[in-house]
């Protein structure tokens, strides 16, 4: 059975620290968590509270309170939305969560239905589970990662001219090929 702490160890963890960045107005960034996608996020209180200290943004990753938040956030609004610790390879739910952490839940879990070739749909429901968990994984990870290519690479050319933070974007998904 998959396990989160082994996916968020691999795959939420090494993620970048904070970051401002400024593109169509100001923005921030901790941990792969967007505060104007997650304005509600209970973290950015915390954040806020130590953005003053002279050791930001450095100490947000010793801050438990922070880390304890980040962890949360990610098993709540997706492993568990995706029902990760009922598929029984941990790579194929890794594969999974780190294609939803970046393009969001209902459109992997339409991708994921795809390339099992079950009725498309967009619920992470007992049909696409029992699919996962009878696949071969090495099969279901290879497809999956090719038809996710080939969907980016169809988007980038369309919108090539987004600039660099589109780029960013982009390249995360190819560094696994």
Same mark, same amino acid.
């Given at each position: 059975?998959?396990?989160?702490?082994?996916?968020?160890?691999?795959?939420?963890?090494?993620?970048?620290?904070? $970051?401002?960045?400024?593109? &169509?107005?100001?923005?921030?960034?901790?941990?792969?968590?967007?505060?104007? $996608?997650?304005?509600?996020? &209970?973290?950015?209180?915390?954040?806020?509270?130590?953005?003053?200290? *002279?050791?930001?943004?450095?100490?947000?990753?010793?801050?438990? *309170?922070?880390?304890?938040?980040?962890?949360?956030?990610?098993?709540?609004?997706?492993?568990?939305?995706?029902?990760?610790?009922?598929?029984?390879?941990?790579?194929?739910?890794?594969?999974?969560?780190?294609? $939803?952490?970046?393009?969001? *839940?209902?459109?992997?879990?339409?991708?994921?239905?795809?390339?099992?070739?079950?009725?498309?749909?967009?619920?992470?429901?007992?049909?696409?589970?029992?699919? *996962?968990?009878?696949?071969?994984?090495?099969?279901?990870?290879?497809?999956?990662?090719?038809?996710?290519?080939?969907?980016?690479?169809?988007?980038? &050319?369309?919108?090539?001219?987004?600039? &660099?933070?589109?780029?960013?974007?982009?390249?995360?998904?190819?560094?696994?090929?």
């Amino acid at each position: 059975m998959a396990k989160f702490n082994v996916m968020f160890n691999q795959t939420i963890h090494p993620k970048g620290g904070y $970051a401002k960045y400024s593109y &169509k107005g100001d923005g921030e960034v901790y941990k792969g968590i967007n505060r104007k $996608a997650y304005p509600d996020w &209970k973290g950015w209180i915390l954040i806020d509270l130590v953005k003053t200290q *002279l050791t930001f943004p450095a100490n947000l990753d010793y801050n438990i *309170l922070v880390q304890d938040e980040v962890i949360s956030f990610y098993q709540i609004n997706f492993w568990d939305k995706m029902n990760g610790d009922k598929i029984l390879n941990q790579n194929i739910a890794d594969t999974i969560f780190e294609y $939803a952490i970046n393009v969001g *839940l209902v459109e992997c879990i339409k991708y994921t239905r795809y390339v099992l070739n079950i009725e498309p749909g967009e619920e992470m429901d007992n049909a696409v589970i029992n699919g *996962l968990n009878n696949v071969n994984a090495d099969f279901f990870v290879s497809e999956f990662l090719k038809t996710r290519n080939r969907k980016h690479n169809e988007t980038y &050319k369309m919108k090539k001219q987004t600039g &660099k933070y589109f780029t960013n974007w982009y390249n995360n998904f190819f560094e696994s090929v």
